[in-house]
């Protein structure tokens, strides 16, 4: 069942996802070669509740996930657990922050770059980051589901033939962090669940290299890609709106404290 928001829920959702936003860019200012995924996890998990917010990801699930953030480094595509394994030069890693604040979430995730990294993955995120916003085009009231799911395969895997991950997808959400409808990044123009102002949705590209195959690491929850190769993943919330989707996260703090950070690669 699709539960659409009044005015005033989806303020309290902008201000769910603004918190997460703000924590990816805080997290980002922390990235460099030798820090743990595990201590961005406890710099994440410090700024969500001292935000008055508790982690929408801990404990969610069965098993329950043991974390604040899913971080997935390299081929790690999402789900990633905290590892104390520090980062190298040249690692991909994707964070993806949910936050429950006044009985709503807020979901958004952003892949960053460590030092240099090579050119054909720096045009993996630059594309997948342009995924995003072309299935945000398509989320206005009228539409479907499958409209959004087309323009993000069309561009990531007709026209540049990476792979498009089949097993996970985009979601409503709300009360809960996963309602319907689903959202999957791969599908037919006019199916699907129809767009109706008030759907609130995370839309969230997660794009290989390589093959679109992926398989269950074996602590339960991190998803690998088979051949190995760098996946990136972007995510925002987003209001499904009459002429245009409000999108209720914002990567611009994230993008700046991108830049600020001599030891994050900004130029892809
Ligand atoms: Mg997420
Ligand atoms: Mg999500």
Redesign the pocket.
């Known amino acids: 069942m699709i539960h659409y928001k009044t005015k005033e829920e989806i303020e309290l959702m902008r201000i769910s996802s603004q918190l997460v936003s703000k924590t990816l860019a805080h997290v980002a200012l922390h990235i460099k070669e030798g820090v743990t995924t595990m201590q961005l996890n406890d710099i994440a998990e410090e700024f969500i509740k001292a935000n008055g917010a508790t982690p929408s990801f801990k404990g969610y699930g069965n098993p329950p996930f043991p974390f604040a953030c899913c971080i997935s480094v390299n081929d790690a595509v999402v789900h990633g657990f905290p590892v104390n394994e520090p980062l190298k030069n040249g690692d991909i890693v994707s964070v993806d922050v949910g936050v429950f604040k006044n009985g709503f979430h807020g979901?958004s995730a952003y892949t960053f770059a460590v030092g240099s990294i090579p050119e054909e993955t720096k045009k993996l995120m630059a594309d997948t980051k342009a995924s995003l916003y072309k299935g945000i085009e398509k989320a206005v009231h009228g539409n479907r589901v499958g409209d959004i799911a087309y323009a993000i395969q069309h561009y990531t895997e007709k026209e540049r033939g990476y792979g498009v991950v089949r097993e996970l997808v985009?979601?409503g959400l709300g009360r809960k962090l996963h309602e319907d409808p689903q959202v999957p990044n791969y599908g037919k123009r006019g199916t699907g669940a129809k767009l109706r102002e008030g759907m609130v949705i995370?839309i969230?590209p997660m794009i290989n290299l390589g093959t679109k195959n992926v398989y269950h690491d074996k602590d339960g929850w991190t998803i690998r890609t088979e051949d190995g190769k760098p996946a990136a993943h972007y995510?925002h919330t987003v209001c499904v709106q009459k002429n245009q989707a409000d999108v209720l996260s914002g990567f611009a703090e994230i993008e700046a404290a991108e830049k600020a950070n001599p030891n994050l690669c900004s130029d892809y």
């Open positions: 979901d985009g979601h995370a969230e995510e």
